[in-house]
């Protein structure tokens, strides 16, 4: 499946589990000798009363991760599809808490994402000796990349839509050094279970660019997550409307968000399957 060209390996362990290693999950992910994706999302049974089914995920290097918001669209018109349930609306327990897809009349899927966080400690990062400049009604945080360490920084807004993030500004997504700097974000020092880099132009109040270097994948055509935590960002630092136009490279997500810090992200966007299969996984990898 994909969803504005992320795309996703589906595995139903509704019934029974598979029991993947991660070698495995590395395998399925590999787009030359598996089937290829940014992601594997796992529908297993509910954990617990209230909830419909758990929703686990890999990355492409096989380690499991809080979040996908892209995958999350994918998830529901995946069980709707599989005949795994009948409703719209499902609740669905992740790492990161419960979120709840919905079934649009127009094909595309909403979920609510939940709020974000902005408590470095909870992100998690690591902002001991580091001195926010004000931007907004918010801050930005200076990040060195490499030595000298004294050399000018990027500056990043961090905040967790589930799972951590880092969002830049930048005069034109399309010229950012997006393959060069975003594996130095992703795994810098101040983020303990390394980060999602996103990279944000501004188009108008209603609209903006995205690149994201995913965390354990690489760049991606979108990031669901990203798209949200870029907006929220942006509305912090005073740039966006509560409605915006992402636009990434694999299409177009709605993202929505009041401004309340305690108020919930509303992401909108396609989910489309893209073929069924059979594969054999080899033992012992």
Known sequence: MQGAGNDFVMLDETKKPLGLTTAQYRFLADRHFGVGADQILTVRPPPEAGI???????????????????GARCFVRFVREQGLTAKDVVRVKTLSGV???????????TVDMGAPVFEPARIPFDAAGLHA??????????????EPWDAAPVFIAALSMGNPHAVQLVADVDAAPVLQTGPLIENHVRFPRRVNAGFMQVVSRGQI???????????????GTGACAAVVAGIRWGLLDAKVDVMTRGGQLT????????????????????FESEIEIPDGI
């Open 209 to 223: 660019r995205l690149r994201v270097y995913e965390r354990g994948v690489g760049e991606t055509l979108a990031c």
């Open 99 to 109: 979120i709840e897809p919905r079934m649009q009349a127009d094909g595309r899927v």
């Open 133 to 146: 400049e004000a931007e907004g009604s918010w801050q930005k945080w200076p990040l060195a990349l490499s």
């Open 255 to 274: 993202i929505e968000w009041p401004g309340q810090l305690d108020a919930p992200v509303m992401m909108t966007g396609p989910a489309t399957t893209v």
């Open 52 to 70: 419909d089914f758990e929703y686990v995920i890999h990355n492409a290097d096989g380690g499991e991760v809080e979040q996908c918001g892209n």
